[in-house]
């Protein structure tokens, strides 16, 4: 079959590997779709450690071709989409219901072989049957979306708070379209890209702010917050920048939610007196434990559309145009979507 194999930092190759074949536990998916994420761009760029030789992808739908022995609820012919983090359920942290922190997490198309492929394998676990009525491409976004749920969870926005979205790109737009029925009573979003927050003000941004510079991001957010900050900011960048900028949103009180995946050992700084004068609760938001189901619930809802999103549909030999794509953020362009 053909894959997309991540053999070293960018060094990303389209060539022919063996079919895998599914152990008793696990189902052979023929992948229909799978779509680039932040992530891969990371592991590609070598800001994130990948387990190379891996053939990347992690956010992939397709139909179940063949069961393992074992294989209890899913059967050939199943719409599948696989959480891609899985978790064993034996480790400490399994047992102590925080499946993110895994000993031995799977972590598809990151240590084990993903969906930038003609087929792929995964555990019966942690494949989700497709709902009735979800199409490929939107189902391809369960896992951004179970992302974003677990961070709002983290939030625990409650009504008439107001929150500051740092970022527009892909993971800003679900959020900002995720927390317009959230009861926040002012949504603020804030990108250096105007279309973005064009974008995001269909989406249901109350206000945005276009901010090339930190000092003009906190001036308009303090202007349109009676001079007090927002209850809640969600980072959604992943640069240490954004991270520090953070810090001068929130107001006394607020929570700070770090989203973005900042490159692993980067710094950044804060002013601790700040934090303890402010009162300032800072979270972190890891992978998506137990919010895969929610996040099929949404998206077959119809609450959220993913479609705008999609800028970019490819066949699996021109992957690397997607990556490029990525990497340059030409004006229009937010996802990019691989058709194995
Ligand atoms: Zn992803
Ligand atoms: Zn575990």
Request: charged share 25%.
């Amino acid at each position: 079959m053909k894959a997309a194999v991540l053999e070293g930092i960018e060094k990303l190759v389209v060539k022919d590997v063996p079919q895998p074949k599914p152990k008793d536990n696990e189902v052979l998916i023929k992948v229909n779709c799978c779509g680039i994420c932040g992530t891969d761009l990371k592991l590609y760029k070598g800001d994130y450690t990948a387990n190379c030789p891996v053939i990347l992808g992690h956010e992939f739908v397709g139909e179940v071709v063949e069961v393992g022995r074992e294989v209890k609820n899913l059967k050939v012919g199943d719409k599948v989409v696989p959480d891609p983090n899985e978790s064993c359920g034996a480790c400490d942290w399994c047992r102590s219901a925080q499946p993110c922190f895994c000993n031995n997490l799977a972590a598809y198309g990151v240590l084990r072989d993903g969906g930038f492929a003609e087929y792929a394998v995964c555990g019966e676990k942690g494949t989700y049957k497709i709902p009735q009525g979800l199409d490929d491409e939107t189902a391809s976004f369960t896992e951004p979306v179970s992302c974003a749920v677990h961070c709002l969870d983290k939030a625990a926005i409650k009504p008439g708070e107001t929150v500051a979205i740092i970022g527009a790109g892909i993971m800003g737009q679900i959020f900002t379209q995720m927390l317009k029925n959230s009861g926040a009573s002012r949504l603020i979003v804030i990108s250096r890209s105007q279309w973005k927050l064009d974008l995001a003000k269909k989406s249901g941004a109350t206000d945005t702010i276009k901010s090339q510079s930190f000092s003009q991001a906190k001036e308009d957010v303090l202007r349109l917050t009676n001079g007090s900050g927002v209850d809640i900011v969600i980072e959604a960048v992943g640069k240490t920048e954004t991270v520090e900028e953070s810090f001068s949103l929130a107001k006394k009180g607020g929570r700070i939610l770090i989203f973005g995946f900042c490159p692993e050992g980067k710094e950044a700084k804060f002013i601790p007196f700040d934090v303890l004068s402010k009162e300032l609760t800072i979270l972190g938001s890891w992978v998506n434990p137990y919010t895969f189901p929610r996040a099929l619930q949404i998206l077959t809802s119809g609450k959220i559309n993913l479609k705008p999103l999609i800028s970019m549909r490819l066949k699996l030999e021109n992957i690397i145009d997607g990556f490029k794509a990525m990497a340059e953020k030409p004006a229009g362009f937010m996802k990019a979507l691989v058709f194995p």
